[in-house]
């Protein structure tokens, strides 16, 4: 009887320990006015959401960024995505990262993770790294790294986890 007790505990133990690495972990980032901004929070209003890992000093991701951007606004009219742009720029390179953004016109929400808190929590080993969140906040797609026509993959993505028609 306890053999069986233990066993449904380490079983209800794992389950909720796997699930756990599906959802964001609650890690408070600061956004460009300097608000704190719970990040397991930033998906949870029915629509998909971009989590996009970058910096200004990786080509690869501002050529992401800059590709999705073209599209964005077709993309939040056909599914109603959302993207948060997390820049992992440290203390060198974290004065960059407004200039950057207000040259480029994105439309992006932007929150700063110069210590690399978020992306520790959600093992991130090198940028650009792209996950897909459903309307629930469950983590459903990542992608590592980018070349010319991944955005057209993370597009085919996101719509079929939409619920606009």
């Known amino acids: 009887m306890k053999k069986n007790i233990l066993t449904i505990f380490i079983t209800l133990l794992t389950l909720s320990i796997v699930g756990q ?51 964005y606004d077709i993309w939040q009219k056909e599914t109603g995505v959302r ?14 990262v407004e200039p950057y953004i ?29 996950f897909l969140l459903d309307g629930k906040g469950n983590i459903v797609w990542d992608h590592n790294n980018y070349a010319p026509g991944d955005e057209k993959e993370l597009y085919k993505q996101i719509k079929k986890i939409s619920t606009l028609d």
């Open 83 to 96: 993207l948060v742009a997390i820049s992992i720029d440290n203390s060198r390179s974290f004065g960059r």
């Open 21 to 71: 690495k599906n959802k964001l972990p609650f890690v408070k980032l600061k956004n460009l006015e300097g608000k704190l901004v719970d990040v397991s929070t930033i998906s949870k209003d029915g629509n998909p959401t971009i989590i996009s890992f970058w910096a200004t000093w990786c080509r690869p991701c501002k050529a992401e960024l800059n590709t999705i951007a073209k599209e």
């Open 102 to 130: 207000q040259s480029q016109a994105w439309d992006y929400e932007v929150l700063l993770d110069p210590n690399g808190e978020l992306k520790k929590a959600m093992n991130v080993t090198n940028i650009p790294h792209t």
